[in-house]
Nanobody, 124 residues
Framework: QVQLVESGGGLVQAGGSLRLSCTASGHTFSMNTMGWFRQAPGKEREFVGCITWNGGNTYYADSVKGRFTVSRDNAKNTVYLQMNNLKPEDTGVYYC?????????????????WGQGTQVTVSS
C-alpha cells in the first residue's frame, strides 16, 4: 500500500502562484507515474498533469499548459505541482495520484493510489 498526503493549498488572488506537494509513504517502490487531478464544485474530477518515474515525460491538460509544472524528487518520495498565473477557474480540490504503470496516464482509472486532496481557491 501507498499513502499520499497533499499540502500547499490555500487562497490566492488571480495571477498569483501556489506550489502543491504530495509526499508518499509505504510501499513507494511500487509507484511509477504520478499525477495531479482536480475537482471543482459540481464538476467531475479532471486531469491536470502527470510525470513518469524518472521525470523524463510530463504531460498537461490544455487548460494549464504553460502555467503549471509537475516535478518530482524520488529521493524524498515527493511530487510537486507548481501553479503560476492562477485563474478563478483553477479553483477546486487538487488530488495527487500514483500509478504502478510507468507511462503518461491522463485517466483517473489508471491510477492505483490517491491522496485526500487539498483545497485551492483563486479569487478574482
Amino acid at each position: 500500500q501507498v499513502q499520499l498526503v497533499e499540502s500547499g493549498g490555500g487562497l490566492v488572488q488571480a495571477g498569483g502562484s501556489l506550489r502543491l506537494s504530495c509526499t508518499a509513504s509505504g510501499h513507494t517502490f511500487s509507484m511509477n507515474t504520478m499525477g495531479w487531478f482536480r475537482q471543482a464544485p459540481g464538476k467531475e474530477r479532471e486531469f491536470v498533469g502527470c510525470i513518469t518515474w524518472n521525470g523524463g515525460n510530463t504531460y498537461y491538460a490544455d487548460s494549464v499548459k504553460g502555467r503549471f509544472t509537475v516535478s518530482r524528487d524520488n529521493a524524498k518520495n515527493t511530487v510537486y505541482l507548481q501553479m503560476n498565473n492562477l485563474k478563478p477557474e483553477d479553483t477546486g480540490v487538487y488530488y495527487c495520484a500514483a500509478a504502478r504503470t510507468n507511462a503518461v496516464l491522463t485517466t483517473a482509472g489508471f491510477y492505483d493510489y490517491w491522496g485526500q486532496g487539498t483545497q485551492v481557491t483563486v479569487s478574482s
